[in-house]
């Protein structure tokens, strides 16, 4: 199962939506898609690892366990900016969509 698909069943459980229904897994589709101003997962791996998370963001898209991260590290990964218009896409609160986004990296993802 692809990371996308490990995160979508993760954001839909929690908010108890629909996979391809969910905000905040729409929001970050875009965010990781092929055509977005981030880069892809590789944007986001390097936005992370930019704003001191490399060892954190690295253990989700490598093997092995997840290394655990809080709702304040997401925000300091993605920076305002971002999460803003994450939050905003998703219709959500800055802190809603850093805390969703922290929980669902407690699962163990794999590409």
Not at 63 to 91: M, R, V, Y
Not at 98 to 105: E, I, L, N, R, V
Request: aromatic letters at 4%; hydrophobic letters at 40%.
């Amino acid at each position: 199962m692809g990371l996308m698909d490990q995160l979508g069943q993760a954001v839909g459980g929690m908010m108890g939506g629909q996979d391809g229904q969910n905000p905040l897994l729409q929001a970050l589709t875009g965010l990781l898609g092929q055509n977005s101003s981030l880069g892809g997962l590789a944007g986001l791996v390097q936005m992370f690892q930019k704003n001191g998370l490399g060892e954190i963001v690295n253990s989700w898209v490598g093997t092995g366990k997840n290394l655990p991260i809080s709702a304040e590290q997401i925000k300091q990964g993605l920076g305002g900016d971002l999460l803003n218009q994450l939050a905003g896409k998703a219709g959500l609160s800055p802190d809603a969509a850093s805390a969703q986004f922290a929980a669902c990296c407690r699962i163990r993802w794999t590409n």
